[in-house]
């Protein structure tokens, strides 16, 4: 598997995990809509163009995320609840910067 940076958000405390390089832990938190960015060396997370909101029961985040180098990028996504529902990983998109 070649990691290329995980970015978890948590509804809850709304607040964005940008992962470190070594996959080890996380590099902060973020605020989704405020002026506040955090990188690793595959990306830089922003808050301010960043949000969540819920319309009905489906919860919607955006991100904005720029990404390091001109690599073929994919992206998956995860959602689970309290309960342990999850969706397992679903991928999404793939594109090359």
Not at 11 to 35: E, M, Q
């Amino acid at each position: 598997m070649f990691w290329l940076g995980y970015i978890g958000y948590y509804a809850s405390s709304n607040l964005i995990y940008p992962k470190n390089n070594a996959n080890t832990g996380f590099v902060g938190s973020i605020t989704p809509g405020t002026n506040t960015s955090l990188s690793n060396s595959q990306c830089t997370v922003c808050g301010m163009g960043s949000s969540y909101s819920v319309a009905g029961s489906n919860g919607i985040l955006s991100l904005n995320v720029t990404f390091t180098g001109t690599a073929a990028q994919s992206t998956y996504l995860y959602a689970s609840y309290k309960t342990g529902a999850n969706t397992g990983w679903v991928l999404e998109g793939s594109w090359t910067p």
